[in-house]
């Protein structure tokens, strides 16, 4: 990593609040709109510079403050105004909050980009950034096609709310981070607004917040099929609404990186590049792991550049799609960089690309995993720590019905989106398959290379659920998420075919797996032909300074990251995930930040509604000189039954030691799909 500290342009930082139009104000004197808060580094310059915007509700005070530091003062060095604004009702901007990625919040990011063009240090052309959720709505505005608005780079995003998000996969609900992630946001959005920067009102507009909560798990659980609800916000249903130019990046153990492939295929080809890198939920500068890392703020300026300042700097002459092809490997839970070569294709589908079907043999064969299946799936978000990625999957594999095919005289190199047609019969109306696909070495370990899920209630459209005809075959068909990877000669293919995946894939209600026909089965492999591609190359990571965050040292033992428990006479098998989201750091302004949360998920390998899931969040928010002490604790809950699921959560807020806020909710919720 190289750290920048001289750039073309000095630069100057400062906070301000952006109004909206309309609405009612929180803040006296601010002439009876909305203000969303803003941190903006500029150039200094008299001309005009274009905008880059990046829009989050996570808090750019502190959460993404030291990330924030890592390119915003770059992108300013070097000509750009950088925004950083938090959505309506987060962090210190006024307002209530509202659903992820809600018409109001969509709204409020088109009415910034018309501010930003407005304004006199402005050359009116606007770009937008983000990673996860700053990349699904940098896509979603996008769709609404802002006239200021001529480019965005989207990292880690999905055009798919429903079947490429946190809330479901393959039609299944995700028990992993539909809950995780539901928990997380309730202890997010409970966060109050900080004095330093608002003033004696904190309390005020905090508590108004808290008012307006209600758990994101209720709405999510609540539409199980793909419906209105989740079409809002998903530009895959209408690719040909986004005017601006697109560089869509993702990284191969990142769970949206199929957005990228879609998008490529969908866009005019003159307005869109893919980026596919080794990498996991990260900006791929930041040198975590897996990589190898690339010069990503230099490659995004390349972007800007062209699309922004109307400069030839050849990033519309890259191929298509650039693409990491990783080579095979050990079985591992980290790595610090994967053996691998970057290919380039002119158009996707790719002619370097074509489909070869691997016909399974054999006759019936019964599916039946026990419900722990999964617990070496490793973390759905992949965030660089020790613990995210999957262990040898030999334990997986030998609950699941294998196919092996042998890697002869070439390696086998893919690159895509692997498919499965299986032929099932089951004896019950609900149940969901799951196809994982396995490097396997010749010491018999075994690497998951990708993976896919569906379920079967879903088999003929996503927008709807179907009982199955009980004793009746039928076909049925799912993608993969998409990979680039090199088997080996020597090694083997394995497909692996399991009946449960638990806790990425909640178990439906009286699941009793499924007979398999293998020989009216196959998998489809996307094969590439072998390239040499040596024109593409990046530069070294670089960044500008860090902010100065400093983690005090502390004497308690560091719970582990994923801890397996099994209590063998009850037959229950019990995980326990820290999600390390950055644990006690003190800023240079003195504010002291703690989180700590744990995630537990359990099962009985025997019973498929033994399923639960749990939640507990601790954040402190401490400003020693200012005697200023808040603290959030939520607790949520997930159960279910054979019609209902049932959720519990529970937040407590206080001031100083002293209670503010409490509240509980308790829903059943009814089980249509899921």
């Known amino acids: 990593m190289h750290i920048r500290t001289e750039f073309p342009y000095e630069t100057t930082r400062e906070d301000i609040w952006i109004p909206l139009p309309g609405g009612t104000s929180q803040a006296e004197g601010s002439g009876g709109g909305t203000r969303l808060y803003a941190r903006i580094w500029r150039p200094v310059t008299d001309e005009p510079v274009p905008a880059l915007l990046e829009y989050l509700p996570y808090r750019l005070s502190d959460w993404t403050a030291p990330r924030d530091a890592q390119r915003h003062p770059w992108y300013a060095g ?57 990349g699904f709505n940098s896509l ?27 809330h479901y996969m393959g039609g299944s609900v995700l028990a992993v981070d539909m809950h995780a992630w539901a928990a997380t ?155 691998g070569r970057w290919v380039g294709d002119t158009s996707w589908p790719s002619e370097n690309v074509a489909p070869v079907a691997y016909a399974l043999k054999g006759g019936p064969q019964i599916v039946d995993s026990p419900q722990q299946t999964g617990v070496d799936a490793g973390r759905f978000f992949p965030f660089g720590n020790d613990a995210d990625l999957p262990p040898d999957q030999r334990d997986e594999d030998a609950k699941s019905v294998c196919f092996e ?30 196809a994982r696909l396995c490097d396997v070495a010749p010491d018999g370990s075994s690497t998951l290379v990708t993976r896919g899920a569906l379920n079967l209630a879903t088999r003929h459209g996503r927008d709807r659920a179907e009982d199955w005809p009980v004793g009746a075959a039928e076909d049925v068909t799912f993608e993969l998420n998409g990979i680039g990877h090199t088997f080996p000669p020597g090694h083997r293919i394995r497909l692996a075919v399991s009946s449960s995946y638990w806790p990425w894939i909640w178990p439906q209600a009286g699941s009793a797996g499924f007979t398999l026909d293998a020989g009216g089965s196959l998998v489809e492999l996307p094969v590439r032909r072998h390239t040499e591609d040596p024109a593409i190359h990046f530069e070294e990571p670089e960044q500008s300074e860090p902010l100065g965050v ?14 397996v428990i099994r209590d063998v006479a009850k037959g229950e098998w019990r995980m326990e ?21 744990v995630e537990t998920y359990a099962i009985q390998e025997n019973d498929p509604l033994s399923a ?57 919720i009814p089980r249509t799909a899921g």
């Not at 895509?416 to 299986?422: A, F, T, Y």
């Open 550 to 563: 400093v983690h005090p040292a502390t004497l308690d033992e560091q719970r582990p990251e994923r801890l």
């Open 140 to 166: 979603q505005i996008a769709a609404l096609a802002p006239e200021p608005l001529k480019a965005i780079v989207t990292v880690c995003s999905a055009d798919d709310r429903y079947d490429n998000d946190v």
């Open 185 to 339: 946001m309730l202890a997010f959005v409970c966060r109050p607004p900080d004095p330093a920067q608002v003033g004696a009102g904190w309390k005020d507009m905090w508590l108004e917040r808290l008012e307006a909560v209600d758990p994101f798990i209720h709405t999510w659980l609540a539409h199980q099929t793909r419906d209105d609800y989740w079409k809002h916000g998903s530009v895959c249903e209408d690719y040909s609404a986004i005017k601006a130019n697109v560089l869509a990046v993702g990284g191969w153990h990142d769970p949206y990186r199929d957005t990228v492939l879609r998008l490529v295929e969908h866009l005019d080809p003159a307005k869109v590049r893919g980026l596919i890198g080794p990498w996991s939920h990260q900006y791929p500068d930041r040198g975590l792991p897996p990589g190898p890392g690339i010069g990503f703020l230099q490659e995004t300026l390349r972007w800007w550049d062209q699309h922004l300042k109307e400069k030839d700097t050849g990033v519309m002459s890259e191929p298509l799609l650039r693409s990491w092809i990783s080579e095979s490997h050990r079985p591992a839970t980290v790595y610090e960089t994967l053996p």
């Open 78 to 134: 070097h000509g750009y105004a950088s925004v950083r604004v938090d959505v309506r009702g987060h962090g210190n901007s006024e307002g209530l909050p509202g659903d992820e990625y809600d018409a109001t919040e969509l709204a409020d990011g088109v009415a910034v980009i018309h501010w930003l063009a407005q304004q006199e240090w402005c050359s009116g052309r606007v770009g937008m950034f983000g990673i996860s959720w700053g």
């Open 405 to 434: 095919f042998p890697v002869e005289d070439a390696p086998i190199e893919i690159l895509g989106r692997p498919r499965v047609r299986l032929r099932i019969w089951m004896d019950v109306p609900r149940g969901q398959a799951v």
């Open 577 to 597: 995930v820290d999600p390390r989201y950055g644990g006690t750091r003190v800023y240079p302004d003195g504010l002291e930040f703690t989180e700590d949360a």
């Open 612 to 668: 639960r899931t749990r939640s507990d969040w601790t954040v402190r928010l401490h400003r020693p000189e200012m005697a200023w002490d808040a603290l959030i604790e939520t607790h949520s809950e997930i159960t279910a039954d054979a019609t209902h699921f049932l959720t519990s959560n529970e937040v407590v807020c206080k001031d100083g030691g002293e209670v503010v806020f409490h509240r509980t909710w308790e829903k059943r």
